[in-house]
C-alpha cells in the first residue's frame, strides 16, 4: 500500500508512526517509534526524532536536528540548521535519567535560527524568533525576538518575520513591510489583525 508521506531510501522509519499526508523525510533521517507527524512537514538531511515526540503539521525542520523524547512542535514552525534541544538539565553517562526528561514546547509559527540552544523545560511562545546562535534557558514570551548568550528579548517580531517598530503612544508596533499592526501591553504582544490561532491568509 502506497504510504501518504515520502522517505528517501536511506532514511529510516520506525513502526508505528503517524505521518501525515505529503510529509516529505530526507536523506540519512531516523524516525522513531511512536513519533508523530502531522502533514506536509519537511524534514532535512539527518534529522533524528526519537520516540514519543510529537510534531504539528507545515513544519520545517533543517539538516542535522535531533528532537528528544519531550519535544512538542506545534504548527507552522521553522527548526534552523543544527540547532540543538535538549531533554535532561543535568546529563551524565554514569547516571540512567529516562524517567526526568523534562518537556520542551515549540508553540505555533516559532523560528528557532541556526545552531541555537534550547534548553529543556522551556516554552517558545507562538510566532517568537530565536535568533541564530541564541541559548534559550527560560520561557519565551509570543512574538519575542530573542539573542544572545544567555538569551534575551531584544526586540518584538510580526507573523512575517519582520521585526515589528517600537511602540508608539498607544501601544501599538508595526510590521514595516504589511502594515499589519500589534499591541503591547504589560509585556505581552498580541497581532490585531487576525486570531492568534488563525493561520495567515494564503
Given at each position: 500500500m502506497d504510504k501518504p508521506y515520502f522517505a528517501h531510501e536511506s532514511a529510516y522509519v520506525d513502526d508505528p508512526c503517524e505521518i501525515g499526508d505529503g510529509t516529505k523525510?530526507?536523506?540519512?533521517?531516523?524516525?522513531?517509534?511512536?513519533?508523530?507527524?502531522?502533514?506536509?512537514?519537511?524534514?532535512?538531511?539527518?534529522?533524528?526524532?526519537?520516540?514519543?515526540?510529537?510534531?504539528?503539521?507545515?513544519?520545517?525542520?533543517?539538516?542535522?536536528?535531533?528532537?528528544?523524547?519531550?519535544t512538542v512542535i506545534e504548527d507552522d514552525v521553522f527548526l534552523g540548521p543544527s540547532c540543538?534541544?535538549?531533554?535532561?538539565?543535568?546529563?551524565?553517562?554514569q547516571i540512567v535519567r529516562r524517567n526526568m526528561y523534562e518537556k520542551t514546547v515549540v508553540r505555533r509559527g516559532a523560528s528557532v535560527g541556526a545552531n541555537a540552544t534550547i534548553v529543556c523545560g522551556t516554552t517558545i511562545g507562538r510566532y517568537a524568533f530565536i535568533a541564530a546562535g541564541a541559548v534559550v534557558t527560560k520561557d519565551v514570551p509570543d512574538y519575542a525576538l530573542i539573542v544572545g548568550v544567555p538569551g534575551r528579548v531584544a526586540g518584538w517580531m510580526s507573523r512575517h518575520g519582520y521585526r515589528l517598530s517600537a511602540a508608539d503612544n498607544e501601544g501599538i508596533l508595526r510590521d514595516p513591510e504589511t502594515g499589519w499592526k500589534y499591541r503591547l501591553e504589560n509585556g505581552v504582544v498580541k497581532c490585531l489583525e487576525l486570531d492568534e490561532e488563525a493561520p495567515l491568509p494564503a
Open positions: 523525510i530526507w536523506h540519512f533521517s531516523h524516525i522513531m517509534p511512536k513519533v508523530k507527524i502531522g502533514k506536509k512537514c519537511i524534514l532535512g538531511q539527518n534529522v533524528h526524532v526519537a520516540s514519543g515526540v510529537i510534531i504539528g503539521s507545515n513544519v520545517k525542520i533543517q539538516n542535522n536536528v535531533s528532537l528528544y523524547d519531550g540543538v534541544l535538549t531533554n535532561v538539565t543535568n546529563p551524565r553517562s
